[in-house]
C-alpha cells in the first residue's frame, strides 16, 4: 500500500492502495464517487471515462500510480453550485439515455470534445465517441445532445 495524493473535481484528496490498483476501483470503492462505470474492464466499452488533465481516460485500466499528480474530472465533477453542465443538461433534454449506464463516460467524452472543439461535425463527433458503447442504441440521441450542448454560449461546470 501507498498514499497517494489525488486531485479530483477541484480538491486534494489522500488515498492508501495499491500503486497498481485502477483509479475506476479507487474511485468507486475508496472515495465513493459511483458516477464512473464498470463495464467490460478492458477500455473497450467508455462507461468508466474521466478526464486525467482534460483527456478522456479509461480509468479501469488506469493504474492510480499513473493518476497522481494529474487534475482528475469525474462525471461528478461537471455539475457546479448543483447546476448542470452544458453537456449534461444537454443529454437530459435530447433523452439521450435509456439504461444509463453509458451515459457518465459518454457525458464526460463528450465535455473533452467540446472543449477542444467547440462546433464539430457530426463526423467529427462520430470519431471522438468511437470506442464509448451504448448497448440500448441512442447515438442518434446522443449526437443530438452533443450537438445542442456545442450551440450553447457556454460550456458549464468544472470541465
Known sequence: ??????????????????????????????????????????????????????????????????????????????????????????????GALQCGYCTSGMIVAATALLRNNPRPSNDQIAEAMNGNICRCGTYLRILEAIKRASHRSVLGGSQ
Open 1 to 94: 500500500m501507498s498514499e497517494f495524493q489525488l486531485d479530483i473535481n477541484g480538491k486534494l484528496v489522500k488515498v492508501e492502495a495499491p500503486a497498481e490498483e485502477p483509479l475506476l476501483s479507487v474511485l468507486r470503492n475508496r472515495l465513493d464517487l459511483t458516477g464512473s462505470k464498470y463495464g467490460c474492464g478492458e477500455g473497450q466499452c467508455g462507461a468508466c471515462t474521466v478526464l486525467l488533465d482534460g483527456r478522456p481516460t479509461r480509468s479501469c485500466l488506469t493504474p492510480i500510480s499513473a493518476a497522481a499528480g494529474a487534475r482528475i474530472v469525474t462525471i461528478e465533477g461537471l455539475a457546479v453550485g448543483g447546476k448542470l453542465s452544458a453537456v449534461q443538461q444537454a443529454f437530459l433534454e435530447e
